[in-house]
């Protein structure tokens, strides 16, 4: 039977968790020109940066 959690009882399978996100992000990107694409990845760069700072700073407990 195959495992399709992300959690091992060693702790967490970062293969099938990598490739869960990359076919993910590949079905959200794969009908965008280059240009979409690219600014595609610089908003979701902003926001995680975003996220980042707010958590640095002491900020809310977002999840996402």
């Known amino acids: 039977m195959e495992n399709h959690s992300e959690e091992t009882d060693g ?3 970062a293969v099938e968790m990598t ?3 990359r076919d ?3 079905e959200q990107v794969k009908d965008m020109t280059p240009e979409e ?3 595609y ?3 979701e760069s902003t926001a995680a940066h ?3 700072v707010d958590r640095a700073c002491g ?5 996402s």
Do not use: A, Q, V
Not at 59 to 63: A, E, Q, T, V, Y
């Open 11 to 13: 702790g967490i399978d």
């Open 37 to 39: 694409r690219l600014e």
């Open 59 to 63: 900020g809310g407990n977002d999840k």
């Open 19 to 21: 490739r869960r996100i």
């Open 50 to 52: 975003e996220r980042f």
């Open 24 to 26: 993910e992000r590949y």
């Open 41 to 43: 990845y610089r908003e």
